[in-house]
């Protein structure tokens, strides 16, 4: 099968295949093939158990407000007897209902009272309401509304400016834009901690996508990298940088000159903090599976190294419901299973590439696994270590949907701005943390906080101290 034949092939499975002709999922293909009705609504209970429980944990967090409703007057009389001495019966009938209250700005008008002395001489005045920008107009919370509507939600700030003039308040898009950016500047010391607080990490995450900026008469091209990792505590800090180019720098700014482990795929532009001297590159399984996958149409083979990779995801799946992950024991258990899986796999690949031309999707999934063989088998002596980069992925799927809804970034500098906001919002949403409501506190208190004491302001700090006590006022600016 030629090169040609190979890519007419994937161009008609993607023009006329059906859209259920995709990679499916590691977690659904782990599923038993066969299993016993008893089996089936066991499963089918424990999904059900399980969105209940959280459709629980969000409706905690919802405003609550009772409603009474009395009994009519006509009806206060009891119709077995037609007595009408009733009494309360216990706490009534409670039935739950959930109503939307939509969600309006307000303009609030700040009065500071003064006090003039008797003598005529001095005057004392209450101190004005905080703000985030000087002599501003807007207060925090709208300010968090609007890195939250573009962040987390990917609404173009055009449209958020209609809905504002719906609310009542006079609004333009070009001011929704300073605010945006008057935003990160206010919160840079506290994205740019979060990004080396990911660098110090031991094993860290990164992936890149593209992301259009503005030029003169066209677009160009630029990136936006993610960086994260999970802390000891389990939390996930997820960082963003933005750059104008794809080359080996970005990642260097970040990473270089730290150690431990870097999880990506087979992209040479991390090479730069890899080789010589560096972090150690650990390969993605996922990349890989995908190869193959795309490979099927031309060599129907490729099916028997998806089935050894879903063996390697399967020990990963005993061991999660084992509760061992990054334990000795889950070490052990890759020692034991993994190891045979990747010695069939290897001698699959020393077989199946001789008989696949090399520029063909079989002879190219093939070069990948082999060139990649050292990264991708590291994981069996790390517990730490995952499969695939699927997390950091994942980090880039919200910024993904913005580039649709806004486009594009309008110089080097926003996308620098989009970044560090990006940071901050997808660590509240990885830790569950309402956004705006952090976004509200902390951009107030960003301004006086001690930079020595900066990381209580991360996502996950700042739920902590919620969780133990009311939050501080903010510190009084130093003389």
Avoid at 161 to 182: C, I, K, N, Y
Wanted: a positive charge; proline letters at 7%.
């Amino acid at each position: 099968m030629t090169s040609l034949e190979a890519k007419m092939a994937a161009l008609e499975r993607r023009v006329f295949g059906r859209k259920t002709e995709k990679l499916p999922p590691v977690a659904k293909e782990l599923k038993p093939s066969s299993t016993s009705p008893e089996d089936e609504a066991a499963r089918a209970e424990s999904a059900l158990q399980t969105r209940r429980e959280r459709a629980a944990r969000k409706a905690a967090g919802a405003v609550e407000r009772e409603v009474h409703h009395a009994v009519p007057r006509v009806e206060r009389r009891c119709p077995a007897c037609g007595g009408e001495a009733l009494k309360p019966l216990g706490e009534g009938r409670r039935t739950v209902v959930y109503e939307y209250v939509p969600a309006f700005f307000e303009k609030q008008v700040h009065v500071q009272e003064a006090l003039a002395c008797a003598c005529g001489r001095g005057v004392v005045t209450a101190p004005a309401p905080p703000k985030v920008v000087d002599k501003g107009e807007y207060g925090p919370g709208l300010l968090a509304h609007v890195v939250v509507s573009k962040c987390a939600d990917a609404m173009p700030l055009h449209r958020l400016a209609q809905r504002m003039e719906r609310g009542g308040v006079p609004m333009s898009r070009s001011t929704l834009t300073d605010l945006f950016h008057q935003s990160a500047q206010a919160l840079l010391p506290l994205s740019s901690y979060l990004l080396q607080c990911i660098a110090s990490a031991e094993v860290v995450w990164a992936d890149e996508t593209p992301l259009r900026v503005l030029d003169v008469k066209k677009t160009r091209r630029g990136y936006l990298w993610t960086f994260l990792t999970q802390a000891p505590q389990g939390e996930w800090l997820i960082g963003y940088r933005f750059s104008l180019g794809r080359a080996g720098k970005t990642p260097k700014d970040v990473l270089g000159g730290t150690t431990g482990a870097l999880v990506v795929d087979g992209y040479t532009g991390y090479n730069a903090v890899t080789l010589p001297e560096g972090r150690t590159r650990v390969g993605c399984w996922a990349h890989l599976r995908r190869r193959f996958f795309e490979a099927l149409p031309t060599a129907p083979e490729a099916r028997e190294a998806m089935g050894l990779i879903l063996e390697l995801y399967r020990v990963e799946a005993q061991t999660r419901d084992a509760d061992l992950v990054g334990t000795a024991a889950h070490r052990a258990l890759r020692q034991e299973h993994s190891t045979r899986i990747l010695a069939r796999l290897s001698t699959w690949l020393a077989v199946q590439t001789p008989l696949h031309p090399p520029k063909s999707p079989m002879g190219q999934a093939l070069s990948y696994a082999t060139k990649q063989w050292t990264a991708l088998t590291r994981f069996v002596e790390d517990a730490r270590l995952p499969l695939d980069n699927n997390r950091s992925e994942a980090a880039l799927r919200k910024a993904a949907l913005g580039r649709k809804n806004f486009l594009f970034v309008g110089h080097e500098a926003a996308g620098e701005n989009l970044a560090g906001l990006y940071a901050l919002v997808a660590t509240c949403e990885a830790n569950g943390v309402n956004p705006e409501a952090y976004l509200a506190d902390v951009l107030l208190r960003v301004q006086t906080h001690p930079n020595s004491r900066i990381a209580e302001l991360l996502p996950h700090e700042w739920k902590r101290r919620q969780a133990t006590g009311p939050p501080e006022s903010p510190l009084p600016p130093s003389p």
